[in-house]
């Protein structure tokens, strides 16, 4: 029996990063807020994303280190990997989270309604939920996700052909690996593995892995992938897969066909929107060719009073942007003053061995809007901390407009992606060399690396 619709200031249809961002920020601001959500609050990200491919990247990363402690005068023998266990310990940290998340939202007195929503009348603001319960809200904001991306006519079987989804609940590690798509969910699965032992191959399309990474950083991962002996083929396109148990992986390269054989193949090579079956159709709210709902600046689609936040938007797929967008939609709601987010300056971090981060622009998307550009390069293999921990691979890099303000700053290597806030907000707040270059950074850390970088930029560098 349908009960009868309840009223909210808001309803969101998604209780992922999006959705649960836009939840609590709503509420905050003394909003009425209902979020729909088919399972555990967090979405792709807190589930079968973010959180428990990096707390497996992080096992590997342990492993590693136990693996080179001899190196440091520790004596620990071969490590041993227990995958079983490390899987254990990553929904561990996957239900604490989860478990916060669910107090947070609570405690802000946000009505969470399990169940799968459907859009049943836009303009009128209105939610039918799988278990007959009806919302209504003076505004709704579809937050609605993404769903891994398979190859034309090759499902996902979950035994053979795997999704970013399966990787992550493995409990075996599979001898051989392809691993289909070189950009960052392809090369993170590719470090992840190679570390635990499988032997693997990446087959990207396009002419180089991490496409959007500036070159210089890029080349750091492809010098790491070669000394692990992890294989990596672009300019490639793959033309067949055969095999119930060993897999023949066909791919066109420019000097012909070639093969590898593999135990699992992982196809990474995207995420698509999840706007089917959430009631779009026929709701006068816009969809593009890609399935992807269209907004304008403040994430308004063509519905008013309907927003759209996260996977759902064509923007950077990354939770922060969702959690910046969320913000957004809510400013606009209340009618407060917000602008619009800049997406070309948002951090970006791909947590492969080494890690890679950036924000802005790269050297070439640099010059090729007219700026007059000018660059620092330093490298970790002369900073002290690196060195110290053995780390002393990759590199920060920043693209500056002649004597104006930093277009982007890039960095690969240890802990990049814990590196780059600096450079967010400096390529953000538009400081130029000499804003950053008289900052003091404490040594020996990784972070001086970028001041050497901004203060080479001067003119008057001292260690490069």
Known sequence: MTELAEHFDV????????????????????????????????????????????ELLQTAEVLRTVANAKEFGVETGQPALDLGTSQ??????????????????????????????QVTDAAGGQISVSDGTELTGDALILATG?????????????????????????????????????????????????????????????PNILPGVDPEAAEVVVRAFAKRDIRVHTGVKVTGIEGAHELAVTFETPEGAQQVVADKVVVSIGRQPRSEGVGLEGSGIEVDDRGFVRVDDYLRTSVAGVYAVGDVVDTPQLAHVGFAEAIVAIKAILGEPVDPIDYEKVPWGIYCHPEVAFAGLTEQ??????????TSVHRF????????????????????????????????????????????????????????G??????????????????????????G
């Open 88 to 117: 254990t310990r990553k929904q561990q940290v996957v239900d604490r989270l989860t478990k916060g998340l669910e107090g947070l939202l609570k405690g802000r007195q946000v009505t969470v309604v399990p169940g799968t929503g």
């Open 438 to 463: 008289t900052l003091i950074h404490p040594h020996p850390t990784l972070s001086e690396l970028f001041g050497e970088s901004a203060l080479a930029l001067t003119g008057r560098g001292l260690h």
């Open 146 to 206: 993404s769903l891994p991306r398979a190859l034309p006519g090759l499902d996902f079987d979950g035994e053979r052909i795997l999704s970013s989804d399966h990787v992550l609940t493995l409990t075996e590690v599979p001898p051989r690996v392809v691993i289909i798509g070189g950009g960052a969910i392809g090369c993170e699965f590719a470090s992840l593995l190679g570390d635990v032992g499988s032997d693997v191959t990446v087959l990207e399309a396009l």
């Open 381 to 436: 293999a002369g900073n002290g901390r690196a060195l110290i921990i053995g780390e002393p691979d990759g590199l920060v890099k920043i693209v500056s407009e002649r004597d104006g303000p930093l277009l982007g700053v890039h960095i690969a290597g240890p802990w990049a992606t814990e590196l780059i806030a600096e450079g967010y907000l400096a390529v953000n707040w538009e400081a130029t060399a000499a804003d950053l």
């Open 365 to 374: 998307q640099a010059r090729d809007r007219g700026h007059d550009v000018v």
């Open 11 to 54: 309803v969101i249809l998604g209780g992922g990063p999006g959705g649960y961002a836009a939840a609590l920020y709503g509420a905050a601001a003394g909003l009425r807020m209902a979020m729909v959500e088919e399972q555990r609050v967090g979405g792709t990200c807190l589930h079968r994303g973010c959180i428990p491919a990096k």
